[in-house]
């Protein structure tokens, strides 16, 4: 038995400490227990996500033993030498190829968030997710409006669950927010599915949106539509 369990919300919700108290349930309950939170927002309500990873099996942990773990950027083999042969590149080139699928089923689809005919949706990913969402309520009143947030980027997720450039082709206005200057998701999105966004938001000045002037730029995209 090996099973990983997930835990995501936003940032201030008390996620480590609800993972941290389930890995104590699974050890005391006799299991073998890893768990590790990922990368973490610093802006509350961004998004963050705890892994708890528990076996009836002894678990190998990074750090945790006696023996040599090897860890290089350059090509190796099955047992982290460096190689620079042809033959053993390709192999292992091929080999993580072939891991891709696999790690695309695993993701989870984007978030919907707000009105599911929305006339207006916002996109985004990693720690826009508070402020996008404080958005959405903010004009809910009187626009129909959603939020389409993704966790994970490469792969992106499998459409088979949620055809996701379906529902962004069906909105009258897709506006892709993000934090950097150059509409990095954007040309990713564009791509990987072909959806194009019209408009774009970004913000590069190392700050954070405000819900005020995410709301405010919102605003006027919509009145020149």
Known sequence: MD????????????IQTIGNALGRVFARSGYHVFSHQDYESRVRGGHNFYQIRLSNQPLGVPGDAAHLVVVD????????HIVEDGATRKRMVDKR??????????IAPPELYGDHEARIVVVGWGSTYGVMKEAVDALAQSEKIAMLHFSEIFPLPDRAHFDYPAFLHQAQLALCIEHNATGQFSRLLRAETGFEF??????????????????????GHIGDI
Do not use: C, M, W
């Not at 099973?3 to 008390?14: D, F, L, P, T, V």
């Not at 190829?97 to 695993?106: S, Y």
């Not at 019209?198 to 919102?218: M, N």
């Open 3 to 14: 099973y990983s369990i997930k835990i995501g919300g936003e940032a201030g919700q008390g």
């Open 97 to 106: 190829f072939r891991k891709l699928p696999l790690i695309t089923n695993e």
């Open 73 to 80: 950027s350059d090509e190796h083999d099955e047992e982290g």
């Open 198 to 219: 019209k408009a774009t938001i970004h913000k590069y000045d190392g700050r954070p949106f405000t819900v005020e002037e995410l709301t405010g730029e919102i605003h």
